[in-house]
């Protein structure tokens, strides 16, 4: 009687995932959904995206190209915030790096370039020194770079990224998050659909974003 127990849960798993589809994603299996939704900062009809990322995640790094296409496609129908998870905790150097590109302007200019850096000239990017002399020898003055990355609103900032990778859940990198509520990931596309090489499973992602955002705006 076990076995036959058995066989038909794996049965029954086999079956869930050759009905998984990233077209037409299904609660539980490409996506899960917050028991306590989050608040968003959109109004009117457009959907908030946010990915939790890190610099130092390669699959940060091999989704960047395809999620900046998605969101062009997307356009007017999102709006687009990214969240660097702290894995090293409240003073997390790269968070930090990130925060302070962000208040300095200068994000849509570094953000690819520290990606590159990390994962193309294999930079070591995990110690405050090392990331200030990064920056610094990248272009960006000094002065005004140690404002920023001393400034009451980076460092508040900073100490806030826990708690909003607690509220939302988020424990890895990248998680994508729709309209505060619905949460998916590569990882989580290719356990249900069973997609293994990079390509083809970022852009299933983006599929299952695609579902998710038009389901995020039909409840609006």
């Known amino acids: 009687m076990r076995s036959l127990r058995f066989a038909l849960v794996a049965a029954a798993l086999v079956a869930g995932f050759a009905n998984a589809s990233p077209t037409n994603p299904s609660n539980g299996v ?112 000094k002065a005004k770079f140690m404002e920023a990355w001393n400034s009451f609103g980076v460092t508040t900032k900073l100490r806030r990224l826990s708690q909003q990778a607690e509220a939302y859940k988020v424990s890895g990198t990248p998680t994508i998050i729709i309209d505060g509520k619905y949460v998916t990931s590569p990882s989580q596309v290719s356990q249900a659909t069973k997609i293994q090489e990079m390509a083809p499973l970022m852009q299933a992602t983006t599929q299952v974003m695609d579902a998710l955002v038009a389901k995020a705006a039909a409840s609006k």
């Not at 699959?59 to 999620?67: F, I, S, V």
């Not at 687009?80 to 790269?94: N, S, T, V, W």
């Not at 070591?124 to 610094?136: F, G, N, P, V």
Request: charged share 25%; proline share 6%.
């Open 30 to 141: 490409e996506y899960t959904t917050l028991a306590t939704p989050q608040p968003t900062q959109t109004v009117g009809k457009k959907v908030e995206v946010v990915e939790f990322f890190a610099y130092h995640c390669p699959a940060c790094n091999a989704l960047e190209p395809t999620l900046n296409a998605w969101v062009k496609k997307q356009g007017d129908n999102i709006v687009m915030r990214r969240i660097h998870l702290p894995f090293q905790g409240p003073a997390d150097p790269e968070a930090h790096l990130f925060l302070t590109l962000d208040a300095m302007g200068k994000l849509n200019e570094y953000h690819d370039r520290v990606f590159r850096a990390v994962h193309v000239e294999r930079k070591r990017l995990m110690k405050d020194e090392d990331i200030i002399a990064w920056a610094t020898s990248n272009g960006l003055d």
